[in-house]
């Protein structure tokens, strides 16, 4: 992949990501402004239940991306076409048998998870969301082929229209048909992100579309195989943010649960940015080990020091400005709010704090102690959340997942760095030192 491209790629993925950040964030304060805080907590439940269809994913997706860009990287036509072809004869097939599972058992486990006033209108929302998802991971899953033909920075620009569709849709469709209309919002959206990508696959990719008809049973059976070595960690993630929405509503109620998803949403958007940031962190990192422990160590630090100062800086950061964010998104400063924002940036900076030493360890194929880290959440999560969500309601619940995050960040960094004979702290000089000569020359100009 030329560099120019690479760049090109990147700008386009930050752009991305800014656009649909704040596109989202446009739509909660808008369901907020019109439906109330309890409707944002029935459709962060509604669509937590739907994530439910992840847990079966054999690694599709991850296997998918990474055959298609070996098969692009020779030049092999016919492989890439036979690639795509697993996500018409089994994602869209697999997903759909799945989505329509997930409805019938989520039906019946309603009244457990929502408030009795709810169900109603719980169950008349469902089959929407559950469409929803479908089309969501359909739309990625397809979508994403693009960036395994280096077309990444078409993906984005498709995927800003989409959201651009969407939200214009959200904004006259909410206030007429309330969630339902949310849904319909997304539906259509998603649909424009397939209809997209099948025209720029023909026409950028130069994919031959009838091509897609041709089915590789052993291809499937590879692809399958390496996903699914990959879908672990996914696996144990989806539960842990899965039971969050699902504790938060039963013991907190809708309307906690919605002013917790505000929090929880925005402490997040940081660390989505950082995980954009740390991609390029695996082939460096490989790259170092090639020229000794010393360089790996080197770069290693650098990289430790500088992701600890923007766990930090993000910490503070949404902590100082929740405040303005309560009022913003809803209409008010509550106490509430403030609680969750605090302890949702806590597990955030965590978060970005570890992912320097979860890149290492890839780097050096060691990759038991991130996958360990993950599950653990999701034990403690299941583990410590009922009691205390039973015993303190939704602010215990919210204690919980701080700690179920910190043991998901502090067990990678203490075991890698036991393992690979790192730094467990942070050297600040060291993250520093790049930084004060541009800040001295921006002060003196």
Same mark, same amino acid.
């Given at each position: 992949?030329?560099?120019?491209?690479?760049?090109?790629?990147?700008?386009?993925?930050?752009?991305?990501?800014?656009? $649909?950040?704040?596109?989202?964030?446009?739509?909660?304060?808008?369901?907020?402004?019109t439906l109330g805080t309890a409707q944002m907590g029935l459709w962060a439940v509604l669509m937590a239940a739907a994530q439910v269809a992840g847990f079966f994913d054999f690694g599709l997706t991850g296997g998918i991306?990474?055959?298609?860009?070996?098969?692009? /990287?020779?030049?092999?036509?016919?492989?890439?076409?036979?690639?795509?072809?697993?996500?018409?004869?089994?994602?869209?097939?697999?997903?759909?048998?799945?989505?329509?599972?997930?409805?019938?058992?989520?039906?019946?486990?309603?009244?457990?998870?929502?408030?009795?006033?709810?169900?109603?209108?719980?169950?008349?929302?469902?089959?929407?969301?559950?469409?929803?998802?479908?089309?969501?991971?359909?739309?990625?899953?397809?979508?994403?082929?693009?960036?395994?033909?280096?077309? !990444?920075?078409?993906?984005?620009?498709?995927?800003?229209?989409?959201?651009?569709?969407? %939200? &214009?849709?959200?904004? &006259?469709?909410?206030?007429?048909?309330?969630? $339902?209309?949310?849904? @319909?919002?997304?539906?259509?959206?998603?649909?424009?992100?397939?209809?997209?990508?099948?025209?720029?696959?023909?026409?950028?990719?130069? $994919?031959?579309?009838?091509?897609?008809?041709?089915?590789?049973?052993?291809?499937?059976?590879?692809?399958?195989?390496?996903?699914?070595?990959?879908?672990?960690?996914? &696996?144990?993630?989806?539960?842990?943010?899965?039971?969050?929405?699902?504790?938060?509503?039963?013991? !907190?109620?809708?309307?906690?649960?919605?002013?917790?998803?505000?929090?929880?949403?925005?402490?997040?958007?940081?660390? $989505?940015?950082?995980?954009?940031?740390?991609?390029?962190?695996?082939?460096?990192?490989?790259?170092?080990? /090639?020229?000794?422990?010393?360089?790996?160590?080197?770069?290693?630090?650098?990289?430790?020091?500088?992701?600890?100062?923007?766990?930090?800086?993000?910490?503070?950061?949404?902590?100082?400005?929740?405040?303005?964010?309560?009022?913003?998104?809803? %209409?008010?400063?509550?106490? @509430?709010?403030?609680?969750?924002?605090?302890?949702?940036?806590? %597990?955030?900076?965590?978060?970005?704090?570890?992912?320097?030493?979860?890149?290492?360890?890839?780097?050096?194929?060691?990759?038991?102690?991130?996958?360990? !880290?993950?599950?653990?959440?999701?034990?403690?999560?299941?583990?410590? %959340?009922?009691?205390?969500?039973?015993?303190?309601?939704?602010?215990?619940?919210?204690?919980?997942?701080?700690?179920?995050?910190?043991?998901? !960040?502090?067990?990678?960094?203490?075991?890698?760095?036991?393992?690979?004979?790192?730094?467990?702290?942070?050297?600040?000089?060291?993250?520093?030192?790049g930084l004060m000569p541009v800040i001295w020359r921006q002060g003196r100009a």
């Amino acid at each position: 992949m030329r560099l120019a491209s690479f760049k090109t790629n990147m700008i386009w993925v930050v752009a991305e990501f800014a656009s $649909v950040t704040a596109i989202q964030l446009l739509v909660m304060r808008y369901i907020v402004g019109t439906l109330g805080t309890a409707q944002m907590g029935l459709w962060a439940v509604l669509m937590a239940a739907a994530q439910v269809a992840g847990f079966f994913d054999f690694g599709l997706t991850g296997g998918i991306s990474r055959y298609l860009a070996r098969a692009h /990287a020779k030049g092999l036509r016919d492989d890439i076409e036979k690639v795509i072809a697993i996500v018409v004869f089994v994602t869209i097939p697999f997903y759909l048998l799945v989505s329509a599972a997930i409805y019938a058992i989520m039906y019946v486990a309603l009244p457990a998870i929502v408030q009795a006033d709810m169900l109603a209108e719980a169950r008349a929302i469902l089959p929407f969301s559950s469409a929803c998802y479908f089309l969501l991971v359909i739309s990625l899953t397809c979508s994403g082929c693009l960036t395994g033909l280096h077309l !990444g920075f078409r993906k984005s620009q498709l995927v800003m229209t989409g959201m651009v569709v969407q %939200g &214009i849709l959200s904004w &006259i469709w909410i206030g007429q048909r309330g969630l $339902v209309g949310l849904a @319909h919002a997304q539906i259509v959206g998603y649909c424009f992100v397939l209809a997209g990508t099948f025209v720029l696959l023909k026409f950028s990719g130069g $994919v031959r579309l009838r091509r897609l008809f041709r089915f590789d049973a052993t291809l499937a059976r590879e692809v399958i195989r390496f996903g699914a070595g990959l879908q672990i960690p996914s &696996i144990a993630w989806a539960g842990f943010e899965t039971s969050i929405r699902f504790l938060m509503s039963r013991f !907190g109620g809708a309307a906690l649960l919605g002013q917790y998803e505000i929090a929880y949403r925005l402490a997040n958007q940081p660390r $989505v940015l950082f995980v954009y940031i740390a991609q390029p962190l695996g082939p460096a990192l490989v790259n170092r080990a /090639a020229e000794g422990r010393a360089a790996f160590a080197a770069f290693y630090r650098l990289t430790y020091a500088r992701f600890s100062l923007g766990a930090a800086a993000v910490a503070v950061g949404v902590i100082l400005t929740s405040p303005l964010a309560a009022w913003i998104m809803l %209409g008010g400063i509550h106490s @509430h709010y403030l609680l969750f924002a605090a302890l949702t940036a806590i %597990g955030a900076a965590i978060h970005i704090w570890a992912m320097p030493v979860e890149n290492a360890a890839v780097a050096q194929g060691v990759l038991r102690y991130n996958a360990i !880290g993950t599950i653990s959440a999701l034990v403690v999560m299941l583990v410590l %959340g009922i009691p205390a969500g039973w015993l303190f309601g939704g602010e215990g619940v919210a204690v919980s997942v701080l700690c179920a995050s910190a043991t998901a !960040g502090l067990f990678p960094v203490l075991a890698n760095s036991r393992k690979l004979q790192l730094d467990i702290l942070p050297d600040w000089r060291a993250g520093l030192a790049g930084l004060m000569p541009v800040i001295w020359r921006q002060g003196r100009a």
